[in-house]
C-alpha cells in the first residue's frame, strides 16, 4: 500500500518568493510520482509526473520537482511565484492504475 | 476536446433522498474513476472502472453508494438515501491504461466536480 504526506497544509507567500511545498511518501514497491494542481472552484490538473529518468522534472509554468527515494520525496519547488499560482496543490503517488493523494498544500500568493 | 463532463454541477437535497451524479468521460479513456473530496478527509478514491468494469470499490464507504458504468461514454454514482454527512464534491475522473508494465503512470483527466450538499 501506498500513502502521501504532505506536511503543510497552508503556505503563505509573497509574490516574487521562492516557494517549496513538501511531499514525502511511502511505498513497499516502485512508484510513481505526481503533482497535480486545483484552482478555485475547478477538478485537479496534472502539474508534474516522475515516471523514470531523470529525477528532476519540470513543469511548462516554472515549477519543479524533485524525486529523491533515500528520502522518500517529492518537493515542489517554484524560484518566484506570481499571484496566479494561488491554488491548492496535491501530491499524489501510484503502483498500480490508482492514485493515492495527499491532502493538499494551500499556497496562497500575496502582492 | 470537451475534457471529463459531469452534472449537475450543484446539488442541493434533503436527507432521505435519492441523488444521481453523472460523468462523461473523454472520447477514447478506458478507465474511469469517482473521487470524493472533503475538507476532513481530503480526496478519497470511492470506486474505478477500467473497460466499464468495476475493478476496485473498496473505496466506497456503505451500501447506500453505487456505481456504474453501462457503456464506455457514460457512468453514475448513486446516494440512497442520502445523508448530511454525504456532503462534499464529487469528482470523476478519466484516463487511458495500457496493459502491461506501464499501469498506472497515465494522467488521470478529471471533471469540474459536483458539490453536493445534504441538507
Known amino acids: 500500500a501506498q500513502s502521501v504526506t504532505q506536511l503543510d497544509s497552508q503556505v503563505p507567500v509573497f509574490e516574487e518568493a521562492p516557494v517549496e511545498l513538501r511531499c514525502n511518501y511511502s511505498s513497499s514497491v516502485s512508484v510513481y510520482l505526481f503533482w497535480y494542481v486545483q484552482y478555485p472552484n475547478q477538478g485537479l490538473q496534472l502539474l508534474l509526473k516522475y515516471l523514470s529518468g531523470s529525477t528532476l522534472v519540470e513543469s511548462i509554468n516554472g515549477f519543479e520537482a524533485e524525486f529523491n527515494k533515500s528520502q522518500t520525496s517529492f518537493h515542489l519547488r517554484k524560484p518566484s511565484v506570481h499571484i496566479s499560482d494561488t491554488a491548492e496543490y496535491f501530491c499524489?503517488?501510484?503502483?498500480?492504475?490508482?492514485?493515492?493523494f495527499g491532502k493538499g498544500t494551500k499556497l496562497t500568493v500575496n502582492p | 476536446d470537451a475534457g471529463v463532463i459531469q452534472s449537475p454541477r450543484h446539488e442541493v437535497t434533503e436527507m432521505g433522498q435519492e441523488v444521481t451524479l453523472r460523468c462523461k468521460p473523454i472520447s477514447g479513456h478506458n478507465s474511469l474513476f469517482w473521487y470524493r473530496q472533503t475538507m476532513m478527509r481530503g480526496l478519497e478514491l470511492l470506486i474505478y472502472f477500467n473497460n466499464n468494469v468495476p475493478i476496485d470499490d473498496s473505496g466506497m464507504p456503505e451500501d447506500r453508494f453505487s456505481a456504474k458504468m453501462p457503456n464506455a461514454s457514460f457512468s453514475t454514482l448513486k446516494i440512497q438515501p442520502s445523508e448530511p454527512r454525504d456532503s462534499a464534491v464529487y469528482f470523476c475522473?478519466?484516463?487511458?491504461?495500457?496493459?502491461?508494465?506501464?499501469?498506472?503512470?497515465?494522467?488521470?483527466?478529471f471533471g469540474p466536480g459536483t458539490r453536493l450538499t445534504v441538507l
Open positions: 475522473a478519466s484516463s487511458f491504461q495500457t496493459s502491461g508494465g506501464s499501469r498506472g503512470v497515465n494522467e488521470q483527466f
Open positions: 499524489a503517488v501510484s503502483g498500480s492504475e490508482k492514485l493515492v
